[in-house]
């Protein structure tokens, strides 16, 4: 479906993926999220996060931030783990760039070794 406005045609229905440069927020852990690196990507939205707090976990990324973001080996996110087998899976909030990476090792937010 297409809808015209102003001279321009919009596509109704399709996500918009943006680039590393507008990713330019920063979300900082909330109460009961966990930071992690990626160790292992699953297949489909699945991926293996080793967290701060020492446990390893099976992400899922979350359907809002599928089409957005491309998550590698090595990358930090947020995870927020699950209110049932919060020790072994999670949902993957956010996945941060080198620079945020950067500021979050500055600031205590992740371990200098991790």
């Not at 919009?10 to 109460?31: C, D, N, Q, T, W």
């Not at 999220?33 to 991926?47: A, C």
């Not at 701060?52 to 979350?62: Q, S, Y």
């Not at 930090?76 to 500021?103: C, H, K, M, N």
């Amino acid at each position: 479906m297409l809808i015209f406005v102003a001279g321009v045609v919009h596509a109704v229905g399709k996500r918009k993926v943006i680039s590393e440069a507008e990713l330019k927020e920063l979300v900082l852990p909330a109460e009961g999220e966990v930071l992690g690196r990626v160790i292992k990507l699953l297949g489909s939205d699945h991926i293996l996060v080793k967290c701060v707090d020492g446990k390893t976990r099976l992400g899922r990324i979350r359907g809002k931030l599928k089409r957005k973001i491309w998550v590698r080996d090595n990358d930090i996110v947020l995870i927020a783990p699950w209110d049932f087998r919060s020790g072994e899976r999670g949902d993957i909030v956010w996945r941060y760039t080198l620079a945020q990476v950067d500021w979050l090792h500055a600031n205590n937010y992740l371990p200098k070794d991790f």
